[in-house]
């Protein structure tokens, strides 16, 4: 029915979209709707993600790291070359799409996007460097409990630093910043090393040769695996894989002497620190640039969902800048924190300091025996809140944080009404505004927690706001 009051051509078009979707519910057009594995964010949710970028942001800059922010768009072969062309998420989860003739694709990840940054602005000839960065990323998986097609992450990269201090360092500020969000929720950490080249090679010998024993009892995706990365067959989840994944050899038997003295180096720095971990042998990542050492903060959580328990990870890639076309070889370390996830086990009543607003309100119709009728009226409304507008505007110069209420058009709303929703904004005090004030160049200040309230000259209502914020902080 709706169909007759909208224009021939917006029915032509109605009709169509309905013959091809089929979207239409009751002669209705279907509600808009979020994108499977998205989800809006909002209210105390998004007061969670404020309060761990914030915590990440003061934990990186107290490490001297300086923000750093790349597009959401990348040429496609940033992640194509950089991850692994095995990788799940190369093989199925990049949001990729041609424009004209280039192929582009939807961030998965930071590190990539940065060491391309690093290359293209000349910086890998300015080293060493220090970046953090926080945002959204992509990628096409199954959705499900702590994890989304679009998701955000808190990251930290460093760059010509190979001492195995720099290991040392970054873990110790991962660990600093878990612990200052305050879950309430104990995290354990896990470590593992992939060594050096030399001893990877050895290593992923080996684990062909293990896995191809053993192949009737692996999953089809960890077949296919063992001939062009074998070492990706060991990150696999699938139950089917894991009793002989668990049965594997273990490379920490196949260090040479530099890469197990690196990773004892930062073992024991770890100890020194008094920072608990787990070495944890079949520690993987599932990027295929690490190297060396590499390391997971987990927790156990029925929020996150079973296999979701990972909060931050991350590694080191001392190959990484070459393999992205810089010209020389450059140490790399950082990690990634899940935001989502972290938001997920933050608890509901988490007090994140606020300042509480000044609001301003107009009172209209309080004084019938001054204010006129008709369009003078109107007039006279529209003084009060340009009064009302006008001191806004002198609060906030001095940074005094300020909620002015527009009254409805449609309907007059009681003062008691008024002033229970201005509450809901968790101001302190209403500056009350009506025609006597502006007559009389004042304003009346209600103080809404001890409901008292007094009259003062327009001039004096800022020392009067700022003497009153700082007797309730007191």
Request: with cysteine; proline share 4%.
């Given at each position: 029915m709706y169909l007759r009051?909208?224009?021939?051509?917006?029915?032509?078009?109605?009709?169509?979209?309905?013959?091809?979707?089929?979207?239409?519910?009751?002669?209705?057009?279907?509600?808009?709707?979020?994108?499977?594995?998205?989800?809006?964010?909002?209210?105390?949710?998004?007061?969670?993600f404020t309060h761990i970028q914030k915590i990440g942001t003061s934990i990186a800059e107290l490490?001297?790291?300086?923000?750093?922010?790349?597009?959401i768009l990348e040429f496609s072969q940033v992640f194509e070359r950089t991850l692994g062309s095995e990788s799940d998420i190369v093989g199925k989860e990049l949001y990729s799409f041609i424009d004209h003739d280039d192929k582009l694709t939807l961030r998965p990840e930071g590190?990539?996007?940065?060491?391309?940054?690093?290359?293209?602005?000349?910086?890998?000839?300015?080293?060493?460097?220090?970046?953090?960065?926080?945002?959204?990323?992509?990628?096409?998986?199954?959705?499900?409990?702590?994890?989304?097609?679009?998701?955000?992450?808190?990251?930290?990269?460093?760059?010509?630093?190979?001492?195995?201090?720099?290991d040392i360092e970054i873990i110790e500020m991962a660990w600093v910043f878990l612990n200052k969000i305050d879950t309430g929720i104990p995290f354990e950490l896990e470590i593992n090393s992939l060594a050096d080249m030399e001893s990877r090679t050895r290593y992923c010998e080996v684990v062909k040769d293990y896995l191809l024993q053993n192949s009737s009892h692996l999953s089809s995706d960890s077949v296919k695996r063992i001939s062009t990365n074998p070492l990706r067959v060991l990150d696999s989840k699938n139950p089917e894989d894991i009793p002989i994944i668990q049965n594997c050899p273990s490379i920490t038997e196949f260090y040479n002497t530099k890469s197990a003295e690196r990773f004892n180096a930062v073992c024991q720095g770890l100890q020194k620190l008094e920072i608990p971990y787990k070495v944890n042998p079949r520690l993987v990542r599932g990027l295929d640039y690490y190297e060396d050492t590499i390391f997971e903060f987990k927790c156990t959580d029925s929020r996150l969902g079973v296999s979701q328990g990972t909060v931050l990870a991350g590694g080191r890639y001392d190959s990484l800048v070459q393999l992205m076309g810089g010209k020389e070889k450059v140490p790399g370390i950082g990690w990634a924190a899940g935001v989502n996830r972290l938001a997920a086990i933050l608890r509901d009543d988490i007090t994140i300091p606020r300042e509480r607003p000044i609001a301003i309100v107009i009172i209209q119709d309080r004084d019938k025996t001054i204010l006129s009728t008709g369009n003078c009226r109107k007039n006279n409304d529209m003084m009060l809140h340009y009064y009302g507008l006008k001191i806004s505007s002198v609060l906030r110069s001095y940074n005094i944080k300020t909620f002015f209420y527009h009254t409805p058009n449609?309907?007059?709303?009681?003062?008691?009404?008024?002033?229970?929703?201005?509450?809901?904004?968790?101001?302190?005090?209403?500056?009350?505004?009506?025609?006597?004030?502006?007559?009389?160049?004042?304003?009346?200040?209600?103080?809404?927690?001890?409901?008292?309230?007094?009259?003062?000259?327009?001039?004096?209502?800022?020392?009067?706001?700022?003497?009153?914020?700082?007797?309730?902080?007191?």
């Open positions: 009051f909208l224009l021939p051509q917006q029915r032509v078009f109605i009709r169509t979209i309905t013959q091809v979707t089929g979207k239409q519910i009751n002669g209705r057009i279907e509600p808009a709707r979020t994108v499977r594995g998205t989800h809006d964010r909002f209210g105390v949710e998004n007061e969670k490490y001297c790291f300086e923000q750093i922010s790349t597009p590190t990539a996007g940065i060491v391309r940054a690093l290359i293209n602005n000349n910086m890998d000839r300015d080293l060493p460097k220090k970046f953090y960065y926080h945002g959204p990323m992509f990628r096409r998986e199954r959705p499900q409990k702590g994890r989304l097609r679009q998701f955000e992450q808190f990251g930290v990269e460093m760059f010509g630093y190979e001492n195995p201090t720099s449609a309907h007059k709303l009681s003062l008691k009404t008024i002033l229970a929703n201005v509450v809901k904004t968790n101001a302190s005090h209403a500056i009350l505004i009506g025609e006597s004030e502006v007559m009389n160049d004042k304003v009346t200040l209600k103080d809404l927690d001890l409901k008292i309230q007094n009259e003062y000259k327009f001039e004096d209502v800022v020392q009067i706001v700022l003497k009153s914020r700082e007797i309730k902080n007191s």
